[in-house]
């Protein structure tokens, strides 16, 4: 299993060499912190982040600063502004209902054979709802992922209803007492209004017919796209009732502070990140050892 450190470590290296080569000419000039503005934007940690942090070290600059005290000042910096999000609890009800949402081939249905595996290993009974109905390889693709878990996949035809398929598996659910049920969905174009439409029915269906469970939108992202995450996410929110984030492939990335970014601009929690293609390479987000993952211990 790759933990955090270890899957951001290509962001790290990146960041921590360019922030050591400047740092190790000496005293923190206006040069030094303007290059440090360009490292910090470079790792796509957005731009509001970027000046909070280097208005912070254009205080000390002139001042002797330490390549140590600014990583201290980076380090407060980050863990402040991604601590602005908190990660609240899962809304009560029963069962809990995980609808992963996001555009094509970002990671959701990998996501979801590695959340139901460490939920499953957590002790929770868990069901797959593959309302990717849009193609056949979809549904298999699911199935195999519930195999690699040890988890049960409701599924109906391809070209089935998705609202349909959700309100069967939490049928299923209830009836087979499972306490988890997470839904997978077509990688959808969020250009294409019908299917956004479609999706946002899976939601109205569960919440007006299903009295009683604990709905949750999650949106998947690629931490790899930076900027375009953002528009599709801007496009998702609009549209679903999205309560928190995955990024994944952070493991693939130097731009891993896309994460704070997304965060800050999307006032969204994020929840879990990938790392990775195995079934364990899902990780809780945890700020500080994301801090400690991009900027070195
Ligand atoms: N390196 C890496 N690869 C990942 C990660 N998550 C997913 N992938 C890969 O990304 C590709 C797409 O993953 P899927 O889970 O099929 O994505 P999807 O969003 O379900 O795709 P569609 O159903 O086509 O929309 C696969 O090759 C995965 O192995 C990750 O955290 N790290
Ligand atoms: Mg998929």
């Known amino acids: 299993m790759r933990g955090l450190l270890q899957g951001l470590r290509k962001t790290k290296e990146r960041l921590l060499g360019s922030i050591q080569?400047?740092?190790?000419?000496?005293?923190?000039?206006?040069?030094?912190?303007?290059?440090?503005?360009?490292?910090?934007l470079?790792?796509?940690?957005?731009?509001?982040?970027?000046?909070?942090?280097?208005?912070?070290?254009?205080?000390?600059?002139?001042?002797n600063a330490s390549p140590e005290e600014c990583r201290r000042i980076m380090r407060e910096q980050l863990l402040a502004i991604v601590g602005e999000t908190p990660k609240p609890a899962p809304p009560p009800g029963n069962p809990r209902v995980i609808v992963?949402?996001?555009?094509?081939?970002?990671?959701?249905?990998s996501t979801i054979g590695k959340l139901a595996?460490?939920?499953?290993?957590e002790g929770h009974s868990v069901l797959l709802a593959a309302c990717d109905t849009f193609r056949a390889a979809a549904i298999d693709q699911?199935?195999?992922?519930?195999?690699?878990?040890?988890?049960?996949?409701?599924?109906?035809?391809?070209?089935?209803?998705?609202?349909?398929?959700?309100?069967?598996?939490?049928?299923?659910?209830?009836?087979?007492?499972?306490?988890?049920?997470?839904?997978?969905?077509a990688g959808r174009l969020?250009?294409?209004?019908?299917?956004?439409?479609?999706?946002?029915?899976?939601?109205?269906v569960l919440s007006t017919r299903m009295q009683?469970?604990?709905?949750?939108?999650?949106?998947?992202?690629?931490?790899?796209?930076?900027?375009?995450?953002?528009?599709?996410?801007?496009?998702?929110?609009?549209a679903l009732p999205i309560t928190g984030l995955v990024l994944t492939k952070l493991d693939s990335t130097a731009k891993g502070g896309a994460v704070i970014a997304i965060q800050q601009k999307l006032r969204l929690p994020v929840l879990y990140v990938g790392l990775g293609e195995g079934i364990d390479d899902l990780a809780p987000f945890d700020p500080e050892?994301?801090?400690?993952?991009?900027?070195?211990?």
């Open 21 to 40: 080569r400047i740092l190790s000419g000496g005293a923190l000039d206006e040069a030094a912190v303007e290059d440090l503005e360009g490292v910090l």
């Open 42 to 63: 470079g790792a796509d940690i957005g731009v509001e982040a970027t000046e909070r942090i280097i208005e912070r070290l254009r205080e000390r600059s002139g001042a």
């Open 100 to 109: 992963v949402t996001g555009v094509n081939g970002v990671g959701k249905t």
């Open 117 to 121: 595996y460490r939920l499953k290993a």
């Open 142 to 185: 699911l199935e195999l992922w519930g195999e690699r878990a040890g988890v049960q996949v409701v599924r109906q035809q391809m070209g089935s209803d998705p609202a349909a398929v959700a309100f069967d598996a939490v049928q299923a659910a209830r009836s087979r007492g499972a306490g988890v049920v997470i839904a997978d969905t």
């Open 190 to 204: 969020h250009t294409r209004v019908n299917l956004m439409d479609e999706l946002r029915k899976v939601f109205t």
């Open 212 to 238: 009683g469970i604990g709905l949750e939108g999650w949106l998947v992202l690629d931490a790899n796209t930076g900027q375009n995450s953002l528009r599709q996410a801007e496009a998702f929110t609009a």
């Open 289 to 297: 050892e994301f801090v400690s993952g991009i900027l070195g211990e």
